[in-house]
């Protein structure tokens, strides 16, 4: 059976701009210091991943690996982001999606199975991932204009909130950000919130709520991850969860394997279903190019092209056919439906 499949957070210009070359399967690519990679556009395709989100990322200084030291710099950095995503639209790589009107249908999907995949472009919603180049409202409105539909305040401490390994509040700026967000139509996306800022988003915000790549920290210690009460609030507000393929968020500390495995990521999958009483709140959003390679995600998955695979896995784990085409891309699906703005 083909599923549409959806990755709802994956780092693309990240790694290009680092010099990774996208246009070539993951196989042919050349490794680099982080080793070697496990996305390329002909992975995609053959995987059937009919739609992605994919970030502006822009690394802070403070992560010890380069980056940007100020909020302008930050603008400069994604601003480059941008222009390579524009090279990938123009070049029928990537096509942008802003309104609901230009979202896949699994039916289309589903046809495409039926033919030879050509040079079919792949849908990307845009989404930027630590926002400390929004200082102001018309910032905002800015990034809106030039396709950007979901904006993650934090990756670590910005100068909107708390995030990954630097707790904190929301900032007086970042309570301003993000009602300005709401007013224009974003969706939050809460993956690296730091604890006491997710509950004060979620407090303040109106619109709705993502986490794109977050896994469980039942499972799996961490502020990384998502407490058991952080993901029934998320889907208390129709949010949908995107499982994170990095063997670091799958795997306890002390497990005495280095290498995840598939089952590990149903069994995050299997946590979510349990505790929502529904499949229908959880998806992918492998950040399987996010800052690493092929040999720090499940070993059953060389690239995007092995994704279908889970779907197998889930199927022989039980799960029917229709909790199986949910979790594989349309939870997502649905859910960009109901949260973008109308359009055709």
């Known amino acids: 059976?083909?599923?549409?499949?959806?990755?709802?957070?994956?780092?693309?210009?990240?790694?290009?701009?680092?010099?990774?070359?996208?246009?070539?399967?993951?196989?042919?690519?050349?490794?680099?210091?982080?080793?070697?990679?496990?996305?390329?556009?002909?992975d995609l395709r053959q995987g059937g991943v009919g739609l992605i989100a994919s970030t502006l990322f822009c690394l802070?200084?403070?992560?010890?690996?380069?980056?940007?030291?100020?909020?302008?710099?930050?603008r400069a950095m994604a601003l480059e982001?941008?222009?390579?995503?524009?090279?990938?639209f123009d070049a029928g790589e990537l096509r942008l999606v802003r309104h609901v009107g230009q979202l896949p249908s699994s039916a289309a999907a589903q046809a495409r199975d039926e033919r030879p995949r050509g040079k079919d472009a792949i849908a990307a919603l845009l989404l930027l991932e630590g926002a400390e180049m929004i200082e102001s409202v018309e910032d905002v409105v800015f990034w809106w204009a030039r396709g950007v539909r979901i904006v993650g305040l934090a990756w670590k401490g910005t100068i909107h909130c708390?995030?990954?390994?630097e707790p904190g509040p929301l900032t007086p700026l970042g309570r301003q950000i993000a009602k300005a967000l709401d007013g224009q139509g974003f969706i939050h996306d809460c993956s690296h919130l730091a604890e006491e800022s997710f509950w004060q988003l979620l407090?303040?915000?109106?619109?709705?709520?993502?986490?794109?790549?977050s896994n469980c920290r039942a499972l799996v210690p961490g502020d990384r991850q998502l407490s058991d009460l952080m993901i029934v609030a998320l889907v208390q507000r129709g949010g949908i969860v995107g499982i994170?393929?990095?063997d670091r968020f799958l795997l306890k500390p002390d497990s005495p394997r280095r290498r995840a495995t598939l089952n590990d990521v149903i069994a995050h999958i299997?946590?979510?279903?349990?505790?929502?009483?529904s499949a229908r709140y959880v998806g992918l959003g492998t950040d399987m190019d996010g800052g690493l390679s092929r040999d720090q995600i499940p070993v059953e998955i060389r690239s995007s092209a092995d994704l279908p695979r889970l779907a197998?896995?889930?199927?022989?784990?039980?799960?029917?056919?229709?909790?199986?085409?949910?979790?594989?891309?349309?939870?997502?699906?649905?859910?960009?439906r109901k949260n973008l703005p109308a359009g055709k």
């Open 244 to 246: 994170n393929f990095f």
């Open 312 to 336: 197998e896995a889930l199927s022989a784990a039980g799960y029917g056919d229709a909790d199986v085409r949910g979790i594989m891309g349309e939870n997502w699906l649905a859910y960009y």
């Open 203 to 213: 407090e303040l915000a109106d619109g709705p709520v993502m986490a794109s790549h």
């Open 60 to 74: 802070p200084a403070k992560s010890g690996h380069g980056g940007y030291a100020t909020p302008a710099e930050a």
């Open 1 to 42: 059976m083909a599923h549409l499949i959806v990755d709802s957070h994956l780092d693309l210009s990240f790694n290009a701009l680092r010099g990774r070359d996208l246009r070539l399967a993951a196989a042919d690519q050349a490794p680099d210091e982080l080793g070697p990679a496990a996305v390329g556009f002909p």
């Open 162 to 165: 708390g995030g990954t390994g």
């Open 81 to 88: 982001h941008l222009r390579w995503h524009q090279e990938q």
């Open 270 to 277: 299997d946590h979510i279903v349990q505790l929502t009483g």
